[in-house]
C-alpha cells in the first residue's frame, strides 16, 4: 500500500483513538469492510447519493442526445432524469421510450448498471442482516477487592438476550505504554489470567476472576501507577449462539478511572422468599458495587 501523508485516520483500540497517518485511503478497495462497519442510516444515506448520482449521470447523457427519449417535453432535463430513474430500477412505465440508437445504447448501460446495483446492494442488506450481534451487557467498571480470600479484579456481564450461547469463552488483558532504556515507546499487551475463562452455557450473568498474586501484572500497582502508566483492560468475549448458529465477538474497554478499589459487585440474585417460588435476577443492579474494607 502506497503511504500518503496527508491522510490521517482514527484507529480506536478498547477505550483509546489513535490518529494513523501515512496510509493511502481505500474507499472502493474495502468497499464490502466499509459498507459493514457503517451505521444503518449512514448505509442508506450512501446508496441514496449513489443513486441520485447515477440517475443524473445517464439523464445528462440522455440530454447529449436531444430529443432521443419519445414523449419526452423537449429540451426538459427533468423528464429526461425521471426516465432514468425508471430505467436504473428497471420499472418502465411505457409513457416514455427510447427513440433513436443512441438512446438505446444509454439504456441499455443504464440497465445493466442497474441490475448490478441491485445485486451488490441486496447482497449487502443481507450480509449486514445476518452478521451476528451480541447484546451483551457490561458492568460499567470494574472492581478490586476480596474473592476467596484473596485480592482479585473482578469484571462482570450479562446476556441481555437470555438465548442460549454455548462454549463462552473470556479473556481480560492489560494493556499499557512502556518506554524502554533507549526511550522508545511502546505500548504492550499482557494477558491477566482468569479463575474460569470458560463457560459452557451463558444464558444470564457472568462474573470473571483475576488473582492479584506475586504471578499477576496488576500485582503490588496503585492508581497512581496505572495513570502513570496510562492502562486499560479490555475484555473480550466469544461464543457460539444456538439461535443463528454463528459465533458471537464483542469487546469492551475499561480506563484505569474505570477501577474501584475496594470494591465487589452488588448481588444481583436474590433467593425465593416462597416454596415453589422463583429465583430472581435483578439486572438493574448490573452496574452497582459496594464498598469493602
Known amino acids: 500500500m502506497i503511504a500518503h501523508p496527508d491522510k490521517a485516520r482514527k484507529i480506536r483500540v478498547a477505550d483509546r483513538e489513535f490518529l494513523a497517518r501515512g496510509l493511502k485511503p481505500s474507499l472502493f478497495g474495502d468497499l464490502f469492510h466499509n459498507s459493514m462497519r457503517l451505521s444503518w442510516p449512514a448505509f442508506f444515506a450512501g446508496f441514496a447519493v449513489y443513486f441520485l448520482t447515477m440517475n443524473l449521470l445517464f439523464a445528462s447523457l440522455f440530454h447529449l442526445g436531444g430529443d432521443c427519449i419519445a414523449n419526452a417535453r423537449p429540451g426538459s432535463f427533468l423528464d429526461k432524469f425521471f426516465f432514468s430513474v425508471e430505467t436504473l430500477a428497471t420499472v418502465g412505465y411505457g409513457d416514455m421510450h427510447p427513440a433513436n440508437a443512441y438512446a438505446h445504447l444509454v439504456v441499455t448501460a443504464e440497465i445493466f448498471t442497474g441490475l448490478s446495483t441491485l445485486a451488490v446492494f441486496t ?40 438465548s442460549v450461547v454455548t462454549e463462552a469463552e473470556a479473556d481480560l488483558w492489560l494493556i499499557y505504554a ?59 468475549f466469544n461464543g457460539h449462539d444456538e439461535a ?34 422463583l429465583q430472581e435476577i435483578d439486572y438493574r443492579k448490573i452496574h452497582q458495587t459496594e464498598a469493602v474494607d
Request: cysteine-free; charged content about 25%.
Open 244 to 277: 443463528s448458529g454463528q459465533t458471537l465477538v464483542v469487546r469492551r474497554g475499561y480506563h484505569f478511572d474505570e477501577l474501584r478499589f475496594n470494591h465487589v459487585y452488588a448481588d444481583i440474585g436474590a433467593q425465593p422468599t416462597e416454596e415453589g417460588a
Open 178 to 236: 512502556e518506554t524502554t532504556l533507549e526511550g522508545r515507546r511502546f505500548v504492550r499487551f499482557r494477558p491477566l489470567p482468569l479463575a474460569h475463562r470458560r463457560n459452557p452455557i451463558f444464558v444470564l450473568s457472568w462474573t470473571l476472576f483475576h488473582t492479584i498474586d506475586e504471578s499477576s501484572p496488576l500485582h503490588g500497582l496503585t492508581r497512581d501507577d496505572l495513570k502513570a502508566m496510562d492502562a486499560r483492560i479490555l475484555l473480550v
Open 123 to 162: 447482497g449487502l442488506i443481507f450480509a449486514r442482516f445476518s452478521r451476528p450481534r451480541a447484546r451483551v451487557i457490561f458492568a460499567e467498571a470494574l472492581v478490586i477487592g476480596p474473592h476467596q480470600g484473596e485480592t482479585t479484579l473482578m469484571a462482570r456481564l450479562a446476556n441481555a438476550r437470555h
